[in-house]
């Protein structure tokens, strides 16, 4: 098998079948050996039953409970290993996404043409195919200032900020990358088994900056392939539980500096964080009074911030 792919999918029904219609549509003009992989983390829309009637021939697995990405991620590669012939390669591909015919091939040929790189990532781009940062360094205590504070647009689109510049993706040349976004991230098999599976500890967020962090201290190159275009609608899972997403945000990334980071940098990016976060609770009440949202929004709002705080 040349590919396996998994989708984690809650509560995004029609989405994910656009997503299942999009994978088997470039399937169809591909001559690639791929099976599919859909765990459905107990979504109450109707999303298992939609795939096990429109998509017969993908693999789906439907949790009775939300595993969250990684658990659900592991679940679905371990159901890889019980099958006959392991893919070669796994491409993690979120259900928000619409894939180009050639961007599966792509992606799979430069995996095959280059034996030290380990993970590549696609171009991403906007529902109207305007271009989206898909590929990023790994975090900085630069980055956590420009979360609060972002300045101005060309500092938020810059290195400073963990961004490529567009132009490299412009080139349509394979570049070399710290991590992609793990909207649409392949992993060669040898490299997937050397590093591990993806730590379960991380409910939704940086759990493919762990895993590309672990790759390269193994000695794994990682690129972003500009050629394979998919298109990413951004969120559309996350944005249902958004104060809830928020706080696992923010435990996802203290996990990661936990594990990678040194004790310094722990303090420094928790300084900055509440500094930040206590701007955005004065924020939040200025809009309240200025009538701008709620007094339901700003109290939940506050809330996660406080709780983030408290960290």
Same mark, same amino acid.
């Given at each position: 098998?040349?590919?396996?792919?998994?989708?984690?999918?809650?509560?995004?029904?029609?989405? *994910?079948?656009?997503?299942?219609?999009?994978?088997?549509?470039?399937?169809?003009?591909?001559?690639?050996?791929?099976?599919?992989?859909?765990?459905?983390?107990?979504?109450?829309? %109707?999303?298992?039953?939609?795939? @096990?009637?429109?998509?017969? /021939?993908?693999?789906?697995?439907?949790? /009775? #409970?939300?595993?969250?990405?990684?658990?659900?991620?592991?679940?679905?590669?371990?159901?890889?290993? #019980?099958?006959?012939?392991?893919? @070669?390669?796994?491409?993690?591909?979120?259900?928000?996404?619409?894939?180009?015919?050639?961007?599966?091939?792509?992606?799979?040929?430069?995996?095959?043409? &280059?034996? =030290?790189?380990?993970?590549?990532?696609?171009?991403?781009?906007?529902?109207?195919?305007?271009?989206?940062?898909?590929?990023?360094?790994?975090?900085?205590?630069?980055?956590?200032?420009?979360?609060?504070?972002?300045?101005?647009?060309?500092? *938020?689109?810059?290195?400073?900020?963990?961004?490529?510049? =567009?132009?490299?993706?412009?080139?349509?040349?394979?570049?070399?990358?710290?991590?992609?976004?793990?909207?649409?991230?392949?992993?060669?098999?040898?490299?997937?088994?050397?590093?591990?599976?993806?730590?379960?500890?991380?409910?939704?967020?940086?759990?493919?900056?762990?895993?590309?962090?672990?790759?390269?201290?193994?000695?794994?190159e990682i690129y972003c392939v500009p050629q394979a275009k998919i298109? &990413?609608?951004?969120?559309?899972? *996350?944005? /249902?539980?958004?104060? #809830?997403?928020?706080?696992?945000?923010?435990?996802?990334?203290?996990?990661?500096?936990?594990? &990678?980071?040194? =004790?310094?940098?722990?303090?420094?990016? @928790?300084?900055?964080? @509440?500094? %930040?976060?206590?701007?955005e609770v004065r924020r939040a009440r200025e809009a309240l009074r /200025? %009538?701008?949202?709620?007094?339901?929004?700003?109290?939940r709002r506050s809330a996660a911030y406080e709780q983030v705080m408290?960290?």
């Amino acid at each position: 098998m040349d590919l396996g792919i998994v989708l984690v999918s809650y509560n995004t029904r029609e989405i *994910t079948s656009a997503c299942l219609a999009s994978v088997y549509r470039a399937l169809d003009a591909s001559e690639l050996d791929v099976r599919v992989w859909v765990v459905d983390n107990a979504s109450p829309d %109707g999303s298992a039953v939609l795939i @096990r009637e429109e998509y017969p /021939q993908a693999t789906l697995i439907a949790s /009775q #409970e939300n595993l969250g990405f990684a658990k659900a991620t592991n679940l679905a590669i371990q159901n890889m290993r #019980e099958v006959d012939s392991t893919p @070669r390669h796994v491409l993690l591909l979120n259900p928000d996404t619409v894939v180009s015919p050639d961007a599966l091939p792509l992606m799979v040929s430069f995996l095959e043409e &280059h034996p =030290r790189v380990g993970i590549v990532g696609a171009q991403l781009l906007h529902e109207d195919g305007s271009f989206q940062h898909g590929a990023f360094h790994f975090p900085t205590l630069w980055m956590a200032f420009l979360d609060f504070w972002p300045v101005n647009h060309r500092l *938020t689109n810059s290195r400073l900020n963990g961004r490529y510049p =567009r132009r490299w993706y412009e080139q349509g040349v394979p570049f070399p990358i710290d991590h992609p976004l793990g909207a649409a991230l392949m992993i060669r098999w040898k490299a997937l088994d050397q590093v591990g599976p993806l730590d379960e500890e991380y409910f939704m967020y940086c759990e493919e900056i762990d895993w590309c962090l672990r790759a390269k201290a193994a000695g794994w190159e990682i690129y972003c392939v500009p050629q394979a275009k998919i298109v &990413h609608l951004v969120g559309q899972s *996350t944005k /249902q539980f958004r104060d #809830e997403m928020y706080l696992a945000l923010w435990r996802s990334r203290y996990r990661l500096f936990g594990k &990678h980071y040194s =004790r310094l940098y722990g303090l420094l990016v @928790r300084l900055i964080v @509440r500094a %930040g976060l206590r701007r955005e609770v004065r924020r939040a009440r200025e809009a309240l009074r /200025q %009538g701008d949202i709620s007094s339901d929004i700003a109290q939940r709002r506050s809330a996660a911030y406080e709780q983030v705080m408290e960290m």
